[in-house]
């Protein structure tokens, strides 16, 4: 099985600051690779696929980069409606892990 | 527009099995994988299985290979997972998830499935 290791498990962070959560995958996984925000009692919804292509109607001040083993989001200035746990996903093979997930708080 | 619906909560003695429903609408059921995920609460997010719904075809995890069974109904859009022999860490919101594009683009709304003696 593949292995997604995310970092940090948490992090505080204020409204406008840029934040980056990342993922590494125990091995190659070319770009299936996926983000998602899960906010308190709501389903996950999906943010980037490919590693780096925004789902529809997702604000622009979320990216993705990586490739291979190494990924990482980025949001460019939190919103108050950012704060929430993000996931990383592999779907390059099955079974189709996630990362522990991180979990954006207010400072 | 894609709509996965899924059955209603349920609570469970330990050893008993629980089968939930998720009924998909708004796209052609037969093209995309359907996927079951699940979340122990306060924890991150597990895979359990998939299921082809156009030829019925699964693969589940190795952890829960012996008690999941996921089926389909073509006729009404609908797929199913079955989980047996009840452990109270099987508590947990399981999720029923479309793949389209090598992602989870839709997610049901989640049940919650609570075992208990």
């Known amino acids: 099985d593949i292995q997604m290791t995310q970092s940090p498990s948490s992090l505080s962070a204020s409204v406008g600051d840029r934040v980056t959560i990342t993922c590494r995958a125990s091995?190659?996984?070319?770009?299936?690779f996926n983000w998602y925000q899960q906010k308190p009692g709501k389903a996950p919804k999906l943010l980037i696929y490919?590693?780096?292509t925004l789902q529809s109607g997702v604000p622009s001040r979320f990216s993705g980069s990586g490739s291979g083993t190494d990924f990482t989001l980025t949001i460019s200035s939190l919103q108050p409606e950012d704060f929430a746990t993000y996931y990383c996903?592999?779907?390059?093979?099955?079974?189709?892990?996630f990362g522990g997930g991180t979990k954006v708080e207010i400072k | 527009q894609v709509q996965l619906v899924q059955s209603g909560a349920e609570v469970k003695k330990p050893g008993a099995s629980v089968k939930v429903s998720c009924k998909a609408s708004?796209?052609?059921?037969?093209?995309?994988?359907m996927h079951w995920v699940r979340q122990a609460p306060g924890q991150g997010l597990e895979w359990m299985g998939m299921?082809?719904?156009?030829?019925?075809?699964?693969s589940n995890t190795h952890k829960l290979q012996d008690r999941v069974t996921m089926t389909r109904d073509t006729s009404t859009s609908t797929v199913y997972m079955e989980l047996s022999s009840l452990r109270s860490d099987d508590t947990a919101v399981y999720y029923c998830?479309?793949?389209?594009?090598?992602?989870?683009?839709?997610w049901g709304q989640g049940i919650l499935v609570t075992v208990s003696s």
């Open positions: 998830v479309r793949e389209a594009r090598t992602s989870f683009d839709y």
């Open positions: 708004g796209y052609t059921f037969t093209t995309y994988y």
């Open positions: 299921i082809n719904p156009s030829d019925g075809h699964t």
């Open positions: 091995q190659s996984i070319s770009t299936y």
């Open positions: 490919a590693a780096s």
């Open positions: 996903q592999q779907s390059y093979s099955t079974p189709r892990t």
